[in-house]
């Protein structure tokens, strides 16, 4: 019933900008915090960045003053802002959204994943 859609991956060089989307849509009341993910090649997965529903956010060291992760809640979309890429920000990045069910339930879904690949 609830989907996250991502769109906005691909390949950047290095010092490059992305701008990531993840659209949630399906029956749903509400959504609290909203976040990133990503996971590289051999390593485990990561968080990059969160954002509660009133606007407060928490990011990683490793992408602090690069990354800006946003909402619009009258879209029911979150973003992530990427700006001065390195390599090492190559992984597949998730969103993810905890989603209040009809049923008032908290459901932590996730997106689909979309490549970012940054190149030197």
């Known amino acids: 019933q609830v989907q996250l859609v991502e769109s906005g991956g691909g390949l950047v060089q290095a010092g490059g900008s992305l701008r990531l989307s993840c659209a949630v849509s399906?029956?749903?009341?509400?959504?609290?915090?909203m976040g990133w993910y990503r996971q590289a090649p051999g390593k485990q997965r990561e968080l990059v960045a969160t954002?509660?529903?009133?606007?407060?956010?928490n990011y990683a060291d490793s992408v602090k003053g690069r990354f800006t992760i946003s909402r619009d809640n009258a879209k029911n979309t979150e973003y992530l802002q990427m700006n001065s890429l390195k390599p090492e920000d190559t992984a597949i990045y998730y969103c993810?959204?905890?989603?209040?069910?009809?049923?008032?339930?908290?459901?932590?879904?996730w997106g689909q994943g979309t490549q970012v690949t940054v190149s030197s």
């Open positions: 954002i509660t529903s009133g606007g407060t956010t």
């Open positions: 399906g029956s749903f009341r509400s959504i609290n915090d």
């Open positions: 993810n959204a905890k989603v209040v069910s009809r049923l008032f339930v908290v459901m932590s879904v």
